[in-house]
């Protein structure tokens, strides 16, 4: 079930939000969502592990996303923009969403690996 949905990850540097003499930067990230099951699904929870270039390592765990716990027939996609700092020009973030089918079936879902990079700068491997 879980390969059957999709999670796509788009991050954004956000330069006017960001303070680099303060340590400060901020990314967005719009994340979509895809039921290519045959089943109805409901988001219960978010899982996220949040890595800085130094190493630094921070957990966001809660109920839903975005104040939402969405259901998604066959078929459809929730799509939703969050936002994350940093204290280094880059970093990287995964983590998983906890499902569960109106059987009453629980499972998680990968979110995969994306990086945090300001554009146009020198890319520190994470």
Do not use: C
């Amino acid at each position: 079930m879980k390969k059957k949905i999709l999670i796509n990850v788009e991050p954004t540097y956000l330069e006017e939000h960001s303070d680099p003499f303060e340590d400060s930067y901020l990314w967005a990230y719009k994340v979509v969502i895809k039921n290519n099951s045959q089943q109805t699904i409901k988001l219960i929870s978010r899982h996220w592990k949040i890595f800085d270039s130094n190493g630094s390592f921070r957990e966001v765990k809660g109920k839903g996303v975005v104040g939402e716990q969405p259901v998604l027939e066959p078929g459809e996609e929730f799509e939703y923009t969050s936002g994350t700092p940093l204290k280094t020009t880059s970093g990287m973030m995964h983590g998983s969403y906890l499902m569960q089918n109106f059987e009453g079936e629980e499972f998680e879902v990968n979110i995969p690996p994306f990086s945090l990079d300001i554009p146009d700068r020198n890319k520190t491997l994470n």
